[in-house]
């Protein structure tokens, strides 16, 4: 089954305790397509400047990512800058220069029009809504948003969420979008609003899946050196809508184990700076450290 992205494609600037890139490769679109693309297609939808370095996305394209859907706008690459202090949880946004991207109006091509898994990454609540119109008949819808959205229209997040299966965002997001600081209470309240499915991604802390009558948590993965955070979110969205559409299952049980294939990808992310580590990631790699987050939740429950 293939996936739909649409997001940004960026280049990023960013500043760890561990060093410092400037204008790598990076956007929503990106981080995802480089996850999901290790399980299933990616249909990518975004839009770049030109004088985005195409050459660095040749090995997305070697690796089952079309980017039919990218346009080629005249002006500059979207541009992002972020820098981290110890507490790789936190982090100041030292710019947005949307560029191109501030008049990206997300067309789908005829070819993606079937796509059956969508992940609509963090862009304006209108245009993901207009993404969803334009697609036939998706099988899940996967969305993510900020508190920038929440915040500044409410009313767009609110009708678009109707049409959402899972809502992948923060812990502080959920809270924010529900009025409510308990999380448990404030997860209902966003079900009643539409996705009836949600991941709350709480960083070095892990992930909650939360369905109708269910919970699980998947830890982070515990590294030692967390390099550059940029993109975790992303990339764990795509290993999770990667599994999913490679699976085509949408049980529980299938829901658990894709949300641990997301953590698994997020923490390789974190390794290196910008893609670095995304780029060339082995099979093994990735079922090794999903059988060690196995590992790392079990427990014997004999006493
Ligand atoms: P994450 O760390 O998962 O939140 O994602 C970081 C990525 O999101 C970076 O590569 C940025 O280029 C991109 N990004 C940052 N701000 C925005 C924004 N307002 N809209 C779309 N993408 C953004």
């Known amino acids: 089954m293939s ?28 981080y995802f397509s480089a996850a999901a693309s290790y399980f299933a297609p990616v249909n990518l939808v975004a839009v770049v400047g030109d004088d985005f370095p195409r050459e660095q996305i040749e090995f997305l394209k070697k690796k089952n990512v079309d980017f039919s859907g990218l346009e080629v706008a005249n ?11 110890f507490d790789l949880n936190e982090r ?4 947005t220069h949307l560029n191109v991207f501030e ?28 993404v969803l119109k334009q697609i ?9 948003t900020m508190n920038y959205w929440i915040g500044g229209n409410l009313p767009a997040l609110r009708e678009t969420l109707k049409r959402v299966d899972v809502l992948i965002i923060n812990d502080s997001e959920v809270r924010q979008l ?8 404030a997860s209902k309240i966003v079900q009643e609003m539409g996705p009836k499915t949600l991941i709350i991604k709480k960083g070095e802390h892990g992930a909650l899946l939360i369905t109708r009558n269910s919970f699980f948590w998947a830890p982070a993965y515990p590294l030692e050196i967390i390099y550059d955070p940029t993109g975790a979110g992303d990339t764990f969205a795509g290993g999770f809508m990667g599994y999913m559409a490679k699976s085509d299952d949408i049980s529980i049980d299938n829901l658990k184990r894709a949300v641990v294939f997301g953590s698994a990808m997020a923490s390789f992310c974190v390794e290196k700076f910008s893609l670095e580590r995304l780029k060339n990631l082995s099979d093994e790699e990735i079922r090794t450290r999903f059988k060690e987050f196995w590992q790392m939740t079990n427990f014997d429950p004999n006493v």
């Open 178 to 185: 529900a009025n409510e600081a308990n999380l448990v209470k």
């Open 75 to 85: 002006g500059k690459t979207f541009r992002w800058g972020g820098k981290y202090g």
């Open 3 to 30: 996936i739909l992205v649409v997001g940004s494609a960026a280049l990023d600037t960013v500043e760890t305790p561990f060093g410092s890139v400037e204008d790598a490769l990076g956007g929503s679109a990106i």
């Open 103 to 130: 008049k990206f109006e997300p067309k789908i091509p005829d070819s993606y029009k079937n796509s059956e898994y969508i992940f609509l990454a963090n862009i304006g609540p209108d245009l993901q809504m207009d």
């Open 92 to 95: 100041d946004t030292l710019f």
């Open 136 to 144: 036939q008949a998706p099988k899940l819808v996967a969305l993510d």
